[in-house]
């Protein structure tokens, strides 16, 4: 089955302590990203990668690292979390490619937070 | 910088009545206006999505319309269903792939 899958979809942690949301896609997709989304303020941006080794920064990367080593996985690292980054978080891929269109294809998204 | 106003942010119907949602941008270059529909603890899902060389689209009881001169499309759901109710966003971008940025989300609400 075509599937993004995340994980933890779930987690509770505490200010500081280092986490890892991984994101894995089984469909060949050039482009992944990683979106937030917090109420009333819609999904945004945290970052995007149009291929291996190849990342830029969205709309709030403020406190969030990438790595794309391979091309199904793209992990999102918080590397020292503040409660301010507890929301709801969604990995995205699409192919890239002409014909491709700009569908976006979502994981079930990892609920965070940060004591 | 750019912005995706989107209203209302609850709209509640009867069963077979019709559904509007409307979004406002402020980026004149943007080119591609998608539809995302995301049900209760799911990631969002493209319904729908429309290029600004086209004024109207449809599929089955959804349609997008667009208006570029006023910076303006909306989202029509006809002979709502309750499997209808869900968040719904829509976005915009220059072109796919390019940076996207969702309105805020409108929940409906479609009750039998």
């Known amino acids: 089955e075509a599937q993004v899958t995340q994980n933890p979809r779930y987690l509770i942690t505490v200010t500081g302590k280092k986490l890892t949301v991984t994101c894995s896609q089984n469909m060949n997709h050039e482009y992944m990203s990683w979106y937030r989304q917090d109420p009333g303020l819609g999904l945004r941006q945290i970052y995007y990668s149009m291929n291996v080794e190849v990342t830029d920064k969205g709309d709030v990367p403020e406190g969030y690292k990438v790595s794309r080593k391979e091309k199904r996985n793209f992990p999102l690292i918080l590397e020292s979390p503040s409660p301010n980054q507890t929301s709801l978080y969604f990995c995205?891929?699409?192919?890239?490619?002409?014909?491709?269109?700009?569908?976006?294809?979502f994981g079930e998204g990892s609920r965070l937070t940060v004591l | 910088g750019e912005n995706v106003e989107q209203h209302p942010s609850t709209l509640s119907v009867q069963e077979g009545d019709s559904a509007v949602i409307k979004c406002t941008y402020s980026?004149?270059?943007?080119?591609?206006f998608p539809w995302y529909k995301q049900e209760l603890g799911k990631g969002p899902q493209l319904i729908i999505d429309i290029r600004s060389n086209v004024g109207e689209k449809k599929d089955q009881r959804i349609a997008v319309t667009l208006n570029k001169t006023a910076k303006h499309f909306s989202l029509h759901i006809t002979e709502t269903q309750p499997e209808d109710s869900a968040v719904y966003f829509c976005a915009a971008s220059w072109f796919p792939h390019t940076k996207l940025i969702f309105g805020a989300g409108t929940r409906l609400a479609v009750h039998p």
């Open positions: 980026d004149s270059a943007s080119n591609y």
């Open positions: 995205a891929s699409s192919p890239l490619g002409q014909g491709a269109g700009g569908e976006l294809f």
